[in-house]
């Protein structure tokens, strides 16, 4: 039944796209009533098959294709539906503090066993380190070679001089890293300095004794747990922000910015297939990877991934894959969970690239090295964004705002962050398989996983 209304659906949205290019290139003159009338036919098709899949990400395909329509149609009522994505981004944004505190003290002092984690946590970190920089540069590179955000004409009242970068000297830009009241920051929405904060509180609760470590390590953990569960809840109303955010930005800006949109969508998917044949390629020929066998074992998790846009989704068959690949289980146990607060490749190349196109989208010329410094702080606001969908817009809000950056671009990524998260979550969840060969590999334990049903521990006996 599905598969027979799919074919009617494709059919109606067929039909509008021929109606629409016949009339564009003036092959026959057609109605404007008849346009309107496959149009909406169309959308009425794809509300439906969303009603029949019940599914997140099917609903906010469909709100930007109605978003779009509406914004065309009646642009008076589109630019009133702003408000409701101002409400999605506000929730959005209480995300930021609690998210990356729990996420980053879990992380450190939920490892901080030195004895336990030994050379694999510290060649984890520095593999974790050095790839997803590598990843930060390729998308600062491909943003500026595309220029994607450039001639973007955003509302009145939006540019102007307090949309530059704050000149500082090195020293005040040093010092701005560091909190002086963390109540402030959180506040203020200074992601940096809650980071700082963070990583600090993480080391010192890390050389406290068991017993008092403990508490506040659980108390962390349930905190990422709750914000994983609040960032879920907010994104049930993903579906009417990102309408009425596409909405809004067709019926003020007009349809001429869709160009700008594939231009974005375009230089990400390419910097994304940069970065696998360029870095995680190579990296597996030089971890000697069975690459046949490692592609068919991602597969699976892979997919899942693309279709939930989470990467928390794909976490317990990625971990049972590369298990049954030849990675010991004692290392994919430490690995992949870390690697979701460090390891997000896919993520940190858009958030660069993201991040770039919102000044470029402004008006603001950013020099090398303001661009160099945004990097230098994704590279850290990066690691506390975790396996929860859509929570890189979280760190991009707290980036843009941290560099005296407009948000209205981000209304403009946010109507195509759901093609745009289904690409970056696949390649975070590949970066950290892979990582778990390459620690396997360099720690010279690669192909000693237990058999299917025998723990470690038996083999060990």
């Given at each position: 039944m599905r598969a027979k209304f799919a074919v009617v659906v494709i059919a109606c949205v067929t039909l509008a796209a021929l109606l629409a290019v016949c009339e564009k290139l003036g092959l026959f003159s057609i109605p404007a009533s008849a346009l309107t009338a496959s149009r909406w036919l169309a959308i009425a098709a794809l509300l439906a098959f969303a009603a029949m899949r019940r599914s997140l990400t099917t609903w906010i395909l469909v709100s930007m294709v109605l978003g779009a329509e509406i914004g065309h149609d009646w642009p008076g009522?589109?630019?009133?539906?702003?408000?409701?994505?101002?409400?999605?981004?506000?929730?959005?944004?209480?995300?930021?503090?609690?998210?990356?505190?729990?996420?980053?003290?879990?992380?450190?002092?939920?490892?901080?066993?030195?004895?336990?984690?030994?050379?694999?946590?510290?060649?984890?970190?520095?593999?974790?380190?050095?790839?997803?920089?590598?990843?930060?540069f390729i998308g600062l590179a491909a943003i500026n070679i595309s220029r994607a955000g450039v001639g973007v004409q955003l509302p009145s009242g939006t540019r102007g001089e307090q949309l530059s970068p704050a000149k500082q000297t090195p020293a005040e830009i040093i010092l701005h890293i560091f909190p002086e009241n963390i109540a402030k920051s959180v506040a203020e929405g200074e992601v940096l300095q809650i980071v700082v904060f963070s990583i600090l509180f993480g080391i010192a609760l890390a050389l406290l004794k068991e017993n008092k470590r403990k508490p506040m390590l659980s108390f962390a953990e349930s905190l990422s747990e709750t914000m994983f569960k609040f960032t879920n809840v907010?994104?049930?109303?993903?579906?009417?922000?990102?309408?009425?955010?596409?909405?809004?930005?067709?019926?003020?800006?007009?349809?001429?910015?869709?160009?700008?949109?594939?231009?974005?969508?375009?230089?990400?998917?390419?910097?994304?297939?940069?970065?696998?044949?360029?870095?995680?390629?190579?990296?597996?020929?030089?971890?000697?990877?069975?690459?046949?066998?490692?592609?068919s074992a991602i597969a699976e998790p892979v997919s899942i991934a693309f279709a939930t846009t989470s990467s928390e989704a794909a976490l317990p068959r990625a971990m049972e894959?590369?298990?049954?690949?030849?990675?010991?289980?004692?290392?994919?146990?430490?690995?992949?969970?870390?690697?979701?607060?460090?390891?997000?490749?896919?993520?940190?190349?858009?958030?660069?690239?993201?991040?770039?196109?919102?000044?470029?989208?402004?008006?603001?010329?950013?020099s090398f090295g303001q661009q160099l410094l945004m990097v230098f702080t994704l590279m850290l606001t990066s690691k506390g964004v975790a396996g929860v969908p859509r929570a890189s817009l979280v760190i991009l809000l707290g980036t843009v705002a941290s560099f005296n950056l407009p948000i209205e671009p981000v209304f403009i990524i946010l109507g195509i962050?759901?093609?745009?998260?289904?690409?970056?979550t696949s390649v975070n969840v590949i970066g950290n398989c892979l990582a778990t060969i390459v620690i396997a590999r360099w720690e010279g334990e690669f192909g000693q996983a237990a058999p299917v049903g025998v723990s470690q521990e038996a083999l060990a006996d």
């Open positions: 009522v589109a630019v009133n539906l702003r408000v409701l994505s101002l409400i999605f981004l506000r929730m959005i944004k209480t995300i930021i503090g609690p998210l990356l505190f729990g996420t980053l003290v879990v992380g450190i002092a939920g490892h901080s066993n030195l004895k336990q984690v030994g050379r694999m946590g510290i060649k984890a970190l520095v593999y974790f380190e050095l790839v997803t920089t590598i990843a930060l907010v994104m049930l109303f993903a579906p009417v922000g990102v309408g009425a955010a596409i909405a809004y930005t067709v019926g003020h800006m007009g349809l001429g910015i869709l160009v700008n949109l594939a231009q974005l969508l375009a230089t990400l998917y390419a910097a994304l297939i940069t970065f696998l044949l360029l870095v995680l390629f190579p990296v597996a020929l030089i971890a000697r990877v069975p690459i046949r066998k490692f592609v894959q590369m298990e049954h690949l030849g990675v010991p289980r004692q290392i994919v146990a430490f690995v992949m969970p870390t690697g979701y607060s460090f390891n997000l490749d896919g993520t940190t190349l858009y958030l660069s690239l993201a991040s770039v196109f919102v000044a470029q989208a402004a008006g603001v010329q950013m962050d759901e093609l745009m998260d289904m690409a970056r």
